[in-house]
């Protein structure tokens, strides 16, 4: 007896190992949960600030420019304002700092006077480097998050004329950052280049309640020189936290620009215990416990026979083989329920997983490929038509007035006629073409092993369809256009340009700014 005793206890200290390291495995996972969400948050940041880049630098570009006072100009301005969304106003500003020309909404205050604009930091550092800039938070849009960012107009000579200003707007973002919120409990901060809170999700209305961790945290990670940190810290209640913080920066020896904060409740061991897969494991260890006394009295062969199984199925799993099942055991039920036990939670893991990486590639409205996933299907057709020398084609696409239709009849109206131009993208292309929601009211395509000529057979119908398109939203008639801008990419162009997607979205960019340019509702080709 005194060896069954022995052997029991040590099958016991194995089961109470394993239950450790899942613990530990359990940390390591949420510690990447909540990088990942601190991530995800940072390139939808990121992706924003570079699309105000480009709408600065193609406004600084324009040929009315350098004549700011004409009404052409005037007109683009606003033209680029209505077009894009999550902008509180575009402004242009005297050397000076005397406004101009403004599209959108003043602020509280209705403007600073020009000795207050020429102290803020945006102004000097743009006319100071001659380049974009993104500036601090400002205090003249209560209840909103606004950042400015700056671009000068340079003329032939070199001479700065004026300073082009467009304010974002942070809080635009809040449906993608309540899927991180109701999925994960996790807040989002977001502070700007001072260090100052500019936006909180889901408390931004409430500047001044306490943050969700210790202060002293928080200007530790602020002042590290890492660009993506985790650490744990506790909220004034005790709470313990977990948070990661990634650092936007124009380049890596500038300072970082906005700094994103996640933050969730760190979970205990308690947690753990109560979590979705533990009634399983703590099933299977009552299961293994009682296997223990019965295969001391059922005999050797089985027992063994079966922890075998067990233990070479267990090193699988721990090295990451999720889909490594457990057969049927002979000779000992016991085993077999542990079996049934492991592969039931297996099955659960595998399915959250393979829900998971749908989330994080599916656009959730409208059901086509998020703008993540769109980039990486087109590196790989890149790569492939490199080798085939083939063509493909990439195309923009742009709803025309389509914050006017969310100003007519109402947002979920604009979500109808959106799910509405997917549908029609599905059913109009190939299997093998890729299509995307590539941000707002603008989506994507990818044409393979496509010309010029195929390209433009597909965008007509496309086009043709989507004009002759009604949506009916709460007995109203909804009817709009869209417009569209190609790029054909060669494989001389290829050899000639380099590898880059980027250059062939920006050529397709504007491509699309022709079309809008002539009219809206047609195809242009860059």
């Avoid at 936290?241 to 996640?262: F, H, N, T, W």
């Amino acid at each position: 007896m005194s060896v069954v005793f022995l052997a029991m206890a040590f099958l016991s200290l194995i089961a109470a190992y394993n239950l450790y390291d899942a613990w530990t495995w359990m940390q390591h996972e949420e510690r990447k949960r909540i990088m990942s969400n601190a991530e995800s948050c940072a390139e939808q940041q990121r992706s924003r600030y570079e699309t105000t880049e480009n709408l600065l630098r193609s406004l600084s570009l324009f040929r009315f420019a350098d004549q700011i006072d004409t009404s052409e100009f005037y007109e683009y301005m606003r033209a680029v304002y209505s077009s894009y969304s999550g902008y509180l106003r575009f402004e242009v500003l005297s050397t000076e700092g005397i406004r101009l020309r403004m599209a959108g909404e003043p602020g509280k205050t209705g403007g600073a006077p020009p000795e207050e604009i020429r102290r803020r930091f945006y102004f000097r550092e743009a006319i100071k480097n001659r380049d974009f800039v993104v500036g601090e938070l400002l205090d003249s849009y209560p209840g909103d998050a606004a950042i400015p960012t700056a671009m000068p107009i340079i003329d032939g000579s070199r001479h700065i004329q004026a300073v082009l200003v467009a304010v974002i707007d942070l809080g635009s973002e809040e449906p993608a950052l309540n899927v991180l919120h109701r999925n994960y409990q996790t807040e989002i901060l977001l502070f700007d280049r001072r260090g100052k809170l500019a936006y909180r999700y889901p408390e931004s209305k409430d500047k001044k309640a306490e943050l969700p961790l210790n202060g002293r945290d928080l200007a530790t990670a602020i002042g590290d020189a890492e660009t993506k940190i985790s650490f744990p810290s506790r909220d004034s209640a005790g709470q313990d936290k977990l948070c990661a913080m990634v650092k936007l920066r124009a380049s890596e020896d500038q300072p970082a620009y906005l700094y994103v904060l996640a933050v969730s409740p760190k979970k205990g061991f308690a947690d753990f215990l109560t979590s979705q897969y533990m009634p399983q494991l703590a099933a299977t260890i009552l299961s293994f416990l009682l296997s223990l006394w019965l295969a001391a009295r059922s005999g050797r062969r089985f027992f063994a026979s079966g922890l075998e199984i067990l233990a070479v199925r267990t090193r699988k799993i721990k090295h990451g083989d999720l889909s490594s099942r457990i057969e049927s055991i002979e000779g000992c039920r016991e085993i077999q329920i542990l079996a049934d036990g492991m592969n039931s939670m297996l099955d659960s893991l595998e399915a959250g997983n393979e829900k998971l990486r749908e989330l994080s590639n599916t656009d959730e409205l409208t059901g086509l490929c998020n703008r993540r996933k769109f980039y990486s299907l087109a590196e790989e057709e890149m790569k492939r038509s490199a080798r085939s020398r083939d063509a493909f084609t990439i195309v923009l696409v742009d709803l025309d007035h389509f914050k006017t239709i969310n100003d007519t009849y109402g947002h979920a109206a604009g979500d109808a006629v959106l799910k509405s131009f997917a549908a029609i993208l599905r059913a109009n292309t190939r299997k093998t073409d890729v299509t995307a929601r590539f941000g707002g009211e603008e989506f994507i395509i990818l044409l393979p092993e496509t010309d010029q000529n195929g390209a433009m057979a597909v965008i007509e119908k496309i086009r043709g369809v989507c004009e002759a398109d009604t949506v009916i939203f709460h007995g109203r008639h909804i009817r709009y256009t869209a417009s569209f801008g190609a790029h054909v990419r060669n494989p001389d162009e290829a050899k000639k340009d380099g590898p880059s997607l980027e250059s062939v979205v920006k050529k397709a960019d504007e491509a699309l700014y022709q079309s809008k340019n002539n009219g809206r509702n047609r195809i242009s080709f860059k």
